[in-house]
């Protein structure tokens, strides 16, 4: 396609094989980067020749269509100096980020977006787009009030960032100081274990030194009854032999009469040694001690206050937001075996959009400009999907009750190392190097570091019952639990700090860049914008078909959802955009 005021590249040659009548001609705007194919006709507005193809969609274009053209026989059967060497603006030098080859010339006020001609052709046609040439719109801008409010707003915000840094600066140094405090009192803390650790080994100790105490005393007791038993039938034996050999018969009966009742007398005394029992021993750790030891992952938390000047949360009701339906985006393929039931969603990139497709057991990429499905990853059981970098997300697998771990590479989705979890794990969120997983058997939501150490955990049936999505920032975490009909607020020691209820069946969640709360309220079809405290909501888009999964984009300003309702709706994502 010729664009107006293109610069002819300057390998760009007229092939002349003899006389005039020999020339050849070829298409300009293929000699740039493709094959050299001969003229098929000519732009008067652009001075250029053009193949049979980029005649026919020069007519076409909307940035060309009213341009005159001339067909074979009525073009110039010479290149021109103009032709040859067009005009274009010197200072259309700046390299469009998604086609470095070609320069940017072209502003679609729809999008507000800086284009080259690839972009237009693609991706901002005439149909969805107002696109306008540089060049022609530019010369307003001069000493516009756009120039001075732009100019103001830097200043401003160069003030901001250099009272910003100076108020960080000194609530680090605040910060630190409380370090040094935490690091001795640490040291306390383990003194004080280390003591009573001592305590209990020496009653462990004691305890034992007494039992052996008490089996020498009884083994002493022994030695002496049975050294006088034997001792006593000796000599009484000895006496009954002598009398016996020396024929004393009269000695010799009292003897034997004597010696059957001391007999007796022993055989009671060796009995009650019997009543002696001897155990052996061994030692079994004390099992809470044990598990401690075993378990827990730190002396303790840091407890903290924030030192900024703490901002209100956003009011969803100060002012009502404008709502515009952008469309729909097919993301059924030729893979799927049944229609697509989407449970998850997050963006990578304005243009880079993840969703878990629960029905068909994948998770798809999808590209929100081509609005089309550029890949797909087979996996069983996939619940929601979170962004842990700009090329790699995390999944659940609640079925396997793993979290799968996926690279994004060169436009293609491959796996990567897996968790294993202690449970049906459905929502998942990643912020600040931690994983918050929530779980429904059981009911419970855990705070994971990236290698899968469970750093917190909090259950409990009157916090959740069903908890399957979740979303986070810095200063909280929030769950959608759709039996207990309510969003639970927590900070990030695992502490509830308010809710929001009056809900049907919330359960896809997202945040805005505000702080603000999108929720999909599945039975009532309707999502709910809540504020960032719980205090107040209110439905922003109503009458949908069982919205499910959510996820909003802050630089386009748009908002994706499914919907599980109606076959032919669960197929695609709905774009609204909101102002």
């Keep these: 396609m010729a664009v107006p005021g293109k610069k002819m590249p300057k390998h760009f040659s007229l092939s002349t094989i003899g006389s005039d009548e020999d020339m050849v001609l070829y298409c300009q705007p293929c000699d740039h980067d493709g094959p050299r194919l001969p003229a098929h006709g000519y732009c008067a507005d652009c001075n250029e020749h053009l193949c049979e193809t980029c005649f026919t969609l020069h007519k076409r274009h909307t940035l060309s269509r009213h341009h005159t053209l001339l067909d074979k026989n009525s073009m110039p059967q010479t290149m021109s100096s103009a032709s040859v060497h067009p005009s274009q603006p010197d200072n259309l030098t700046k390299p469009c980020p998604k086609h470095m080859k070609k320069?940017?010339?072209?502003?679609?006020?729809?999008?507000?977006?800086?284009?080259?001609?690839?972009?237009?052709?693609?991706?901002?046609?005439?149909?969805?787009?107002?696109?306008?040439?540089?060049?022609?719109?530019?010369?307003?801008?001069?000493?516009?009030k756009e120039h001075q409010d732009i100019l103001k707003t830097m200043d401003t915000l160069t003030e901001r960032c250099c009272k910003k840094y100076e108020d960080v600066?000194?609530?680090?140094?605040?910060?630190?100081?409380?370090?040094?405090d935490v690091l001795a009192d640490i040291k306390m803390f383990r003194k004080e274990i280390n003591q009573r650790l001592d305590e209990l080994e020496k009653q462990a100790e004691d305890a034992a030194k007494t039992i052996q105490q008490e089996n020498n005393k009884n083994l002493k007791t022994v030695e002496t009854t049975c050294n006088d038993v034997t001792?006593?039938?000796?000599?009484?034996?000895?006496?009954?032999?002598?009398?016996?050999t020396t024929k004393q018969a009269d000695k010799l009966f009292m003897e034997l009469k004597l010696a059957e009742q001391m007999?007796?007398?022993?055989?009671?005394?060796?009995?009650?040694?019997?009543?002696?029992?001897?155990?052996?021993?061994?030692?079994?750790?004390?099992?809470?001690?044990?598990?401690?030891?075993?378990?827990?992952r730190s002396l303790g938390t840091f407890t903290e206050k924030s030192l900024k000047q703490p901002s209100p949360p956003p009011a969803v009701d100060i002012k009502s937001r404008k709502t515009s339906?952008?469309?729909?985006?097919?993301?059924?393929?030729?893979?799927?075996?049944?229609?697509?039931g989407i449970s998850g969603m997050t963006l990578l990139t304005p243009d880079l959009l993840i969703i878990t497709d629960s029905y068909n057991n994948a998770v798809k990429m999808v590209d929100t400009c081509s609005q089309s499905v550029t890949d797909q990853l087979l996996e069983t059981g996939p619940w929601d999907v979170t962004?842990?970098?700009?090329?790699e997300l995390a999944v659940t697998l609640h079925d396997k009750q793993n979290i799968q771990f996926i690279s994004v590479s060169s436009n293609k989705l491959k796996k990567k190392q897996t968790l294993k979890v202690d449970g049906?794990?459905?929502?998942?969120?990643?912020?600040?190097?931690?994983?918050?997983?929530?779980?429904v058997k059981p009911a419970k939501l855990q705070i994971l570091d990236i290698n899968g150490t469970v750093l917190t955990t909090v259950r409990g049936g009157n916090i959740f019952s069903m908890p399957v999505n979740?979303?986070?920032?810095?200063?909280?975490?929030?769950?959608?639990?759709?039996?207990?009909k309510k969003i639970t607020r927590l900070n990030w020691q695992g502490e509830v700090i308010s809710s929001y209820g009056g809900l049907t069946w919330p359960i896809g969640i997202t945040l805005s860049d505000d702080g603000t709360i999108f929720v999909c309220d599945k039975k009532s079809n309707d999502i709910e914008e809540i504020a960032g405290d719980c205090s107040t909501g209110k439905v922003m888009l109503k009458n949908l078909n069982a919205p499910y999964a959510v996820c909003w984009c802050a630089e386009t300003r748009q908002l994706f959802f499914s919907c599980n309702a109606l076959p032919d709706k669960n197929n695609f994502l709905q774009v609204f955009k909101l102002s």
Excluded at 470 to 483: E, F, G, L, M
Aim: charged share 25%.
């Design 103 to 144: 320069m940017i010339e072209f502003y679609c006020q729809n999008h507000e977006a800086l284009l080259c001609c690839v972009c237009v052709t693609l991706e901002h046609t005439s149909t969805s787009c107002k696109v306008d040439y540089i060049p022609d719109i530019s010369g307003q801008v001069i000493n516009s």
């Design 169 to 180: 600066k000194k609530i680090t140094a605040k910060s630190n100081s409380s370090l040094t």
């Design 231 to 244: 001792k006593s039938m000796k000599i009484s034996s000895d006496t009954i032999q002598h009398l016996n």
């Design 263 to 296: 007999i007796k007398d022993y055989e009671k005394r060796v009995q009650q040694l019997t009543a002696y029992d001897i155990k052996e021993y061994n030692f079994k750790p004390n099992k809470t001690v044990s598990t401690l030891l075993e378990k827990e």
């Design 325 to 340: 339906h952008q469309g729909e985006i097919c993301v059924h393929t030729s893979k799927d075996k049944v229609r697509c």
């Design 387 to 391: 962004s842990v970098t700009s090329t």
């Design 424 to 439: 049906e794990c459905f929502g998942i969120s990643y912020c600040q190097g931690e994983l918050v997983v929530s779980f």
């Design 470 to 484: 979740v979303t986070t920032n810095t200063d909280s975490i929030y769950v959608s639990d759709w039996k207990m």
